[in-house]
RNA sequence: GCCGCGAUAGCUCAGUGGUAGAGCGCAUCCUUGGUAAGGCUGAGGUCCAGGGUUCGAAUCCCUGUCGUGGCACCA
């Protein structure tokens, strides 16, 4: 008897599916085709459980549905530019190209050590001109489609990555990657319109029936459609055609004043006349950066002493106040404010002093008593004191209100969005260069396609902060496609999100002279299953789709949504460890001791009492991390994956523990244990009915927990038919079972395939499976196979279980009837009672009513 | 404030109308030529709380508590 060595059967495994070119993806249109993909790592450097997990899940789809017989594409790539690798440059002096391919080289080796069923050969980095040469390609398409274009505008400034941020990458205020303060600066900006998408992107959601609830919420609650009425009020000027946008004309009868964002264009011509409003404007600039002290902040207006005329009744006069509370950057930058309607306009009236007359009365309440205290009413009810309107719903008063406004010639019903155009422009070097070319003459000129890729200069001096593009001194001088005449390049690149927002379409033929070989991709996509991390919820996958959608529109795709099933999976988290310091402890110099049932954990070495604290995302500041490197050589890469996946539900959290893999582990030997006392000459003997039906059984409950992404079930099943299987131990079967247990092992080594590939193969060639795992058909199961012939039905009474008899399977309610009232044992808990009714759930269970 | 998600054994989690389960941990015992290991057996549960529906609720519904994620002066 062998003992199972990792060490030895897992490389001899990749290099035998290596060889064989196993997991190459070929069109084969005889099969259905499935895409299976999982988000594209950084190259940052090495390999991290959390990747451990991510890919492992992606492979344990790939691997199943390819034994159920699809084509599959399961490809791997790298989202290479970026700041980290111009960051390095800075502080170590490396050469950003050289840095990310040595990274990718070391991921890359990791990534294969993890026996991943990826087809190689469509390896590509976003950083390799045959990549982003496309990108600049079907960028050019978009600009001229207008869905390109350039604009001045205010942007989130990063002091500290001294790039301009989108507004999805401005969190708290702070930038998403640095952390810093995020300062508004006015710039020439490169932008995309993906507003021009903006209703289709809400709608289409309603579409992606295999995408979390969660993540469609994100997005619909970023793009933030929400539709109202646009209209301007009259007054004397400054003050004239003063255009408001509301999602609530049904309560313009309740208006009280009219509100105007601080840097409003009125705001400010009333400030240059008004040094009191100048000083009130400023101290509104001023204002607070955080979230938190935004929603704690004080509402406060000034009266700019200017009225504007009620839009249904000329003779009513509204002031306008510059409000702090009103944003210019939606809408129209202006409000008109109800204030028994509106939480925020209330607590501005009672402070101000200005009127709250209710509109919309609640159902039951008297008209004559109503009144609005402290607390805004936003419910349903009827239109009062709102003269045409008076006795319509909420409804039917926004659209009466709408089709007078829109008949007087003061506005239109209106559709408006949070979500804002998509700056792209980043003030960094290594990234895709932008492919425009500014002249004097002619002003912004495209690069012509046969120019392309404009690609980075070999000399590039990185290691200064900002854009070394922009430093170096010939690179941008070069001669207008149009005239002739001198002009400079665009030193801005694009950003990331723009890179990996089309490489899924790359992978469908990565050596394509088009950007997207457009036969490939009408084979391949939609992905059929992408697999990442929550975070990139609103940014990369709103930009993918974003992106398909033009593309299509520009004939380069023929799906329109790039992603038909998305998963979330959960993040790898550990225990952390502090000695009394209060410096935090690396896991491997952490030793337990047990008291009972608490745990306590020492210093390696010294033995200093440590402190056991939060169970954490893995992180170096934390030191609670564990590499997969130091995992493999222990316990091997099976056991690793085993484990990823074995303790949590995958879209949940997963605790990495020390008892944890080493149970995976032990799983992977008892494994190989029962594979190993198998006898190779097999029983021809009819097989043992219980086994054999506890087999298919088996089958079925990890071939359901599998499709339907419940992993850690699936393995649960298979612990448990493992503890049968030893149960019925080879040594001293009767034939039988002997010729049960070669079934089971047969469909065993298929099913623990996806999970623990390099055992599943060696386990399947010990028990006589002709080839390799990796080509065998997924086991079928037999339906009348995975019912017992005998049920043992609980009997209740009144609700209490009381006892149990046995039935045979599917017996009808009469028979088992007759088996409960002879049970001696249950007849005896009836005694005294009389029975008013049985209910017989079949082969489930019987209760007994009884008083 | 609004919208989600979660709460089951000491820990991490399955179970989603019908007999409360797994892995780890813990305890007893066995093995001491698989040995910085293996195995047997076992203990351990008001299924967060309260109410409702039902013959029957961990499971469905309502309310609450605690934890957690997202959005948020978005008119």
Same mark, same amino acid.
């Given at each position: 008897m062998a003992r199972y060595n990792p060490k030895e059967t897992e490389p001899r495994w990749r290099k035998a599916w290596s060889d064989s070119d196993a997991f190459r993806a070929v069109i084969d249109r005889s099969r259905p085709k499935y895409y299976v993909l999982e988000? &594209?790592?950084?190259?940052?450097?090495r390999l991290h459980m959390g990747h451990v997990r991510n890919y492992t899940m992606g492979d344990v789809i790939a691997r199943f549905k390819r034994a159920r017989g699809f084509s599959v594409l399961h490809p791997m790539g790298w989202d290479a530019f970026g700041l980290p690798a111009e960051n390095a440059a800075m502080e170590r002096g490396v050469d950003p190209k050289a840095w990310t391919y040595e990274n990718i080289d070391r991921m890359r080796a990791e990534l294969k050590e993890l026996g991943? /069923?990826? =087809?190689?050969?469509?390896e590509f980095a976003t950083c390799e001109p045959g990549y982003y040469g496309k990108q600049q390609a079907w960028f050019l398409d978009l600009y001229e489609r207008g869905l390109v274009y350039r604009k001045e505008s205010v942007v989130n400034w990063d002091p500290v990555d001294q790039t301009v941020l989108a507004n999805e990458q401005v969190e708290d205020g702070r930038g998403?990657?640095?952390g810093a303060l995020i300062e508004k600066r006015k710039l020439n900006q490169w932008a995309m319109r993906i507003t021009d998408y903006a209703d289709q992107l809400v709608d289409d959601l309603? #579409?992606?029936?295999?995408?979390?609830d969660k993540v469609r919420v994100m997005q619909e609650n970023w793009i933030g459609r929400s539709k109202g009425l646009k209209f301007r009020f009259h007054g004397a000027?400054?003050?004239? +055609?003063l255009e408001v946008y509301t999602t609530?004309? =049904?309560?313009? &009868?309740?208006? /009280?004043f009219v509100g105007i964002a601080a840097d409003h264009p009125l705001a400010e011509a009333v400030a240059a006349r008004d040094p009191e409003a100048a000083r009130f404007i400023a101290e509104c600039r001023k204002g607070a950066a955080t979230e938190a002290q935004i929603e704690t902040a004080e509402k406060i207006g000034y009266d700019t002493g200017l009225t504007v005329k009620h839009p249904f009744d000329p003779t009513w006069e509204l002031p306008v106040w510059i409000a702090n509370?009103?944003?210019?950057?939606?809408? #129209?930058?202006a409000i008109f404010a109800c204030p028994a309607h509106d939480q925020r306009d209330l607590d501005f009236c009672r402070k101000y002093g200005l009127p709250v007359k209710p509109v919309v009365l609640p159902p039951g309440e008297d008209p004559a008593t109503f009144q609005v205290g402290d607390e805004a009413y936003t419910g349903p009810g009827t239109i009062y004191n /709102?003269? &045409?309107?008076?006795?319509? =719903?909420i409804e039917g008063a926004k659209a009466a209100a709408i089709a007078r406004i829109e008949g007087q010639g003061d506005g239109e019903g209106a559709v408006v969005f949070r979500l804002r155009d998509w700056?792209? /422009?980043?003030?960094?070097?290594w990234g895709c260069p932008i492919p425009f070319v500014h002249c004097e003459t002619d002003g912004v000129v495209p690069v012509p396609k046969?120019?392309?890729?404009v690609s980075h200069p070999d000399d590039i001096e990185f290691g200064?902060?900002?854009?070394a593009l922009e430093r170096h001194? #010939?690179?941008?001088h070069t001669t207008c496609p149009?005239?002739?005449?001198p002009a400079t390049r665009e030193t801005d690149t694009l950003d990331t999100f723009v890179d990996s927002s089309w490489y899924f379409a790359r &992978? !469908?033929?990565?050596?394509?002279?088009?950007?997207?070989d457009k036969d490939a991709a009408d084979y391949?996509?939609?992905? +059929?299953q992408y697999i990442g991390g929550?975070?990139? !919820?609103?940014l990369h996958l709103l930009y993918a789709r974003f992106v398909t959608k033009a593309l299509a529109d520009d004939g380069?795709?023929?799906?329109?949504?790039?992603?038909?099933g998305l998963f979330t999976q959960g993040m790898i988290t550990h225990e952390t460890y502090r000695r009394q310091n209060g410096e935090w402890v690396e896991p491997k110099e952490v030793e337990f001791t047990a008291e009972g049932n608490t745990r306590r954990a020492r210093l390696g070495g010294t033995g200093e009492p440590l402190i056991i604290g939060d169970v954490e995302k893995m992180s170096k500041s934390k030191k609670n991390t564990v590499t997969p490197d130091e995992i493999f050589e222990v316990y091997g890469v099976d056991a690793a994956r085993l484990f990823t996946l074995s303790d949590?539900?995958?879209e949940r959290d997963a605790q990495w523990t020390t008892g944890g893999v080493q149970g995976a582990w032990r799983f992977v030997n008892r494994v190989w244990e029962e594979f190993d006392s198998q006898?190779? +000459?097999?029983?021809? $003997?009819?097989?043992d009915p219980e086994l054999r039906r506890a087999t298919h059984k088996l089958i079925r409950q990890v071939t359901e927990a599998i499709d339907s992404f419940r992993f850690n079930s699936g393995i649960a099943r298979l612990y448990e038919f493992l503890n049968l299987l030893k149960a019925n131990p080879?040594? !001293?079967?009767s034939p039988a079972v002997l010729a049960a247990r070669q079934e089971a092992l047969s469909a065993f080594a298929r099913l623990i395939a996806p999970f623990t590939p390099h055992l599943a193969e060696e386990c399947w060639t010990r028990v006589g499976g002709s080839g390799m795992v990796v080509h065998a058909p997924w086991p079928d199961f037999d339906p009348a196979l995975t019912? +017992? $012939?005998v049920r043992t039905l609980p009997v209740q009474v009144n609700g209490k279980r009381r006892g149990e008899i046995v039935a045979p399977a599917g017996a009808e309610a009469a028979d088992v009837e007759q088996i409960v009232l002879a049970d001696p044992e249950i007849a005896g808990k009836l005694e005294g009672l009389t029975i008013r009714k049985i209910i017989v759930v079949k082969d489930r269970i019987v209760n007994i009513v009884a008083s």
């Open positions: 988000m &594209f790592p950084y190259p940052s450097g991943l /069923s990826i =087809d190689w050969s469509r998403w990657r640095s309603a #579409t992606l029936e295999r995408w979390p000027p400054p003050a004239d +055609d609530r004309p =049904d309560t313009l &009868f309740g208006a /009280s509370f009103v944003l210019m950057d939606y809408g #129209t930058g /709102s003269g &045409f309107l008076d006795g319509l =719903d700056g792209v /422009s980043r003030q960094r070097a046969d120019q392309l890729p200064k902060s900002g854009n001194p #010939t690179w941008k149009k005239c002739g005449g &992978f !469908a033929n990565a050596h394509s002279e088009e950007a997207i391949w996509l939609p992905v +059929d929550i975070e990139h !919820a609103v380069q795709l023929s799906v329109r949504e790039p992603f038909a949590s539900p995958p006898p190779a +000459d097999a029983s021809t $003997a009819p097989a080879a040594k !001293a079967a019912e +017992d $012939a």
